[in-house]
């Protein structure tokens, strides 16, 4: 696959998306038409028409045949592949952060970072930074697991 055939693919779903998400703000409550309506419309508005820009280059670059390449390493692209699926198992069960709390150290180690000082210490800053950021301050609930 080229790199301009795989633009216009996601563009043209991203321009879906957009139309999709212009039109649910339809059904929004009355309440909030003319504030959270008006903001959704503008964002898919512009994702839209940055989308329909973005296509209407990629059209134009006929010389570009450049092929795409989803890996370099089959190895540890499927092991990442693998780890993917296994951690949204795992947040159902265990929850969002003990789910990551596993996945980022065993993703870093299994795309080759073998360092454990750095492997331990980002991954118990990125978890604090989450739930700094995110409970404590925004107050987003974080997705518990059917055990914890």
């Keep these: 696959m080229t790199r301009k055939i795989l633009d216009i693919i996601i563009l043209t779903g991203l321009t879906l998306v957009a139309?999709?998400?212009y039109v649910s703000t339809a059904q929004y409550p009355q309440s909030v038409q003319h504030s959270t309506a008006s903001?959704?419309?503008?964002?898919?508005a512009s994702l839209a028409m940055l989308a329909v820009i973005q296509i209407g280059i990629s059209v134009?670059?006929?010389?570009?045949?450049?092929?795409?390449?989803?890996y370099t390493n089959r190895r540890r692209f499927f092991t990442l592949l693998a780890l993917l699926v296994l951690y949204?198992?795992?947040?159902?069960?265990?929850?969002?952060?003990?789910a990551t709390m596993f996945f980022l150290p065993s993703t870093m180690y299994a795309m080759g970072y073998r360092n454990k000082k750095i492997i331990v210490i980002s991954s118990i800053g990125?978890?604090?930074?989450?739930?700094?950021?995110f409970v404590m301050f925004l107050r987003v609930p974080l997705p518990r697991g059917y055990f914890f």
Excluded: P
């Design 19 to 21: 139309v999709l998400l």
């Design 39 to 44: 903001y959704v419309r503008f964002l898919s």
């Design 60 to 70: 134009k670059k006929i010389a570009e045949q450049e092929k795409v390449f989803f």
């Design 88 to 98: 949204v198992v795992v947040i159902f069960f265990l929850g969002f952060m003990l």
């Design 126 to 133: 990125l978890l604090l930074f989450l739930e700094l950021i």
